[in-house]
């Protein structure tokens, strides 16, 4: 819950006198140190602070403007801890105090009025919060314009207070500085106000869900049970472990029974385990409900048990794994609502800026596969609890809600013969994607809702395949390609990891294709065939500015791998050869950037040459510190606004897929250390 932080000149701008220094000191100092708790997201600590500067303030005066700010600033501290009828009398008290002392357009009635907006907001009462809020926007943009500089702030100041008197310049010089000082705390006030009114326009659009058993009333045992769980968070993100876990067993101990006692278990969880290095036995937001769903397929634990140790083990960090969750965030603010992610027209879904980077309609379907790919590669489910919290539009999502509406996309846009989304120039690429999308969906839950579809997409692979061959952009049209064929065959290898029915010839017939077009030689493999090995495949108009890299020896490998599992195979070692001479490098001036060839690059060398891959990471280190390097530094930050989070799609293929293409691609790219298990050992 946003607080003022500052006195807000609430005497200055009033016709009260300041209280004695020795009264003021005291004061001020409570209820700084109420402001601090707030700030770290200890209400409870910070309600005592404010009761104890209340006490104090009473001794100023009845409708001492003091004792309002501090009143109202109470209020909203014991809100923050959902006990919302009592923050009503509080909130409204301190409003009918500040209306016998200023006018209707002063600063401080439009603090007040926003203190009312967000009690609205609490009680899910969204067009009245509204109302408030933009009263208060009005109150402040008239306030900052009618004293927007010094000289005018003075004036203001001296009307209210009856004159300067004869102080001399030196005095009015101070008095001139004092009205800087005020407009500065107006404009902060208004930032304040202005980013609680887009949150409330935003769950006004989409009402955050509550739970169906959890009663009307928003003061009741669940509300109250998630602003614990929100405080415990708050203390475990500022590194105050033993506050969080005394907030948590506090929880679990009242309030059992509620959903929100089950995150604050796994939340103890994880502190108690980065407390003793332990690994937790379950990671927050990364779980599957055993009430809703059976566990995942062994071949996809890693993503939901062992995670931490995997990211270590693979050479990842703590920032990789921030990289993720950014990314993951961006993908959920522009998801479509029914679902669906669009190449194009995901700029209809940004906030407040245009992200740019925009890639074609016709790879809808595909896009969104893959940015359901990158949930699901995180261990995310249609019934994981995890949350981000969204800076732009101050958005709580639940990311199993994000996975089952794309996972549902899926299900609405496949046709009675397998086929998803419409049959456009390269359906088979999109088709692949949305099928590897979702056999990973069933495997990751055993939803037997799921596995009629996955099969479907999987047997509209089989149809699509030239006979005793590989694949292209459309079904059975004659010719093969490398690329296409790599995600027919991953798709493939995941239906069968999942449990669905695969037949072993179709991925041997697509590797022995594979095994015509790759130069035994030197590693390097074709296109379409043995003639196109290391040659440059570009879009007229598009790409050919674009460095050229072995993307095509990195499939092969990653296509070796999953249907051999023979590590011993020479073409492996040539590939990775070739990979770790060109790792990656973002420059985008010299046009190095190849999503594409870093996304399969990564995997390959991961699985020839990652931990217990039997590899000594001769290959595999350099190539991971590389790939960090290239993508960490150059994720989207916060000052790039709605674009946050995102990668630019200046790559190689970025005018296909675009801005969602490339933020999923590199997530999944971030997620290797745990997304699949090491195919050498495993059964074929």
Known sequence: ???????????????????????QSLWQAQFDAGCDDCSKGDYAAGEKE??????????????????????????????????????????????????????EDCPQIAMSLDSLGLLK?????YAEAEKYMRSAVGILEAAIKSNSDA???????????????????????????????????MKGQLEGTVADLKRVLEEKANPPKRDANAGPAPDDAETKARSLLSMAEQFAKNKMPEKAIEKLNDLIKRYPNAAAA????????????????QPASEPRGAELDPSDAPRPVAAFLVRTEGKRNAIKAGGGSEKTEQAVLAALGWLARHQNPDGGWSGAGFVDRCSGSNCGDPGEKDYDAGVTGLALLAFLGAGYTPVSRGEVNDPITHRVYRLGDVVKNAVDWLLNNQGPDGCIGPKVSKMVYNQSICALALSEAYGMTGTKTLKEPAQKAI????????????????????????SVTGWCVMALKSAELSGLNVGRSTLVEAKRWLDDVTDKNYGKVGYTSLEDAGVKVVIPGKNEDYTYHEVLAAVGMVVRTFVDHDRKDPILEMGAKLLANDSPVWDQEKKTNDYYYWYYGTLALFQFDGPDSGGEGKYWKGWNMAVIRALVKNQRSADAGCAEGSWDADDRWGFEGGRVYATAINALTMEVYYRYPHAFGAPK
């Open 262 to 277: 089950k995150d604050a278990q796994r939340l103890l969880d994880q502190i108690q385990a980065d407390q003793t290095g």
């Open 151 to 185: 000289e005018a702030g003075l004036n203001a100041w001296s009307a209210l207070c009856g004159g300067l008197g004869g102080g001399g310049e030196e005095f009015k010089a101070a008095m001139v500085q004092q009205a800087e000082r005020e407009n500065e705390q």
């Open 50 to 103: 404010f009761r104890a500067a209340m006490k104090e303030a009473e001794g100023f005066g009845a409708d001492n403007p003091l004792l309002a700010l501090t009143i109202d600033c109470l209020g909203r501290a014991v809100l923050a801890q959902g006990k919302i009828d009592e923050a009503d009398k509080l909130i409204n008290r301190a409003y009918t105090m500040r209306k016998r002392s200023f006018k």
């Open 121 to 125: 907001e609490a009680r899910g009462k």
């Open 459 to 482: 047997d509209f692979l089989f149809q699509a395949r030239n006979p005793g061959k590989a694949w292209r952009y459309t079904p059975k049209c004659g010719e093969n390609d490398t």
């Open 1 to 23: 819950m946003r607080l003022i932080l500052g006195l807000a000149a609430a005497c200055l701008l009033s016709a009260w006198p300041l209280p004695a220094p020795a009264q």
